[in-house]
Nanobody, 126 residues
Framework: QVQLVESGGGLVQAGGSLRLSCSAS????????MAWFRQGPGKEREFVAA????????VYADSVKGRFTISRDNVKNTGYLQMNSLKPEDTAVYYC???????????????????WGQGTQVTVSS
């Protein structure tokens, strides 16, 4: 499995931006699909965005579409989640996840992913 470490979380005002990073080690990151999930206070974990192994295909939850952008740099073994126009309801712990895959199929369910990071807190104040 690949080891994942998230960073970039913090406190931001509504309307602001943050960029989360997911640093991967231990395996060839370029052979993995990756995704971001989040879990808000008192809520279940939910899908945010996913990207295929090459970065050529992406999918987003309706709640973040048009505001968030998922990307990756396989040379740097890092995935990213650019979050713009943040809202208080985006407050959550954000997790990156990865699964060995070189297909273009995009997985949106947490149980389909093998490796998870420890999470990074994002707090959006109103």
């Amino acid at each position: 499995q690949v080891q994942l470490v998230e960073s970039g979380g913090g406190l931001v005002q509504a309307g602001g931006s943050l960029r989360l990073s997911c640093s991967a080690s231990g395996r060839t990151f370029g052979a993995y699909a990756m995704a971001w999930f989040r879990q808000g206070p008192g809520k279940e974990r939910e899908f945010v965005a996913a990207i295929n192994w090459s970065g050529g295909s992406t999918v987003y939850a309706d709640s973040v579409k048009g505001r968030f952008t998922i990307s990756r740099d396989n040379v740097k073994n890092t995935g990213y989640l650019q979050m713009n126009s943040l809202k208080p309801e985006d407050t959550a712990v954000y997790y990156c996840a990865a699964k060995p895959s070189v297909s273009n199929y995009l997985r949106v369910r947490g149980y389909e992913y093998d490796s998870w990071g420890q999470g990074t807190q994002v707090t959006v104040s109103s």
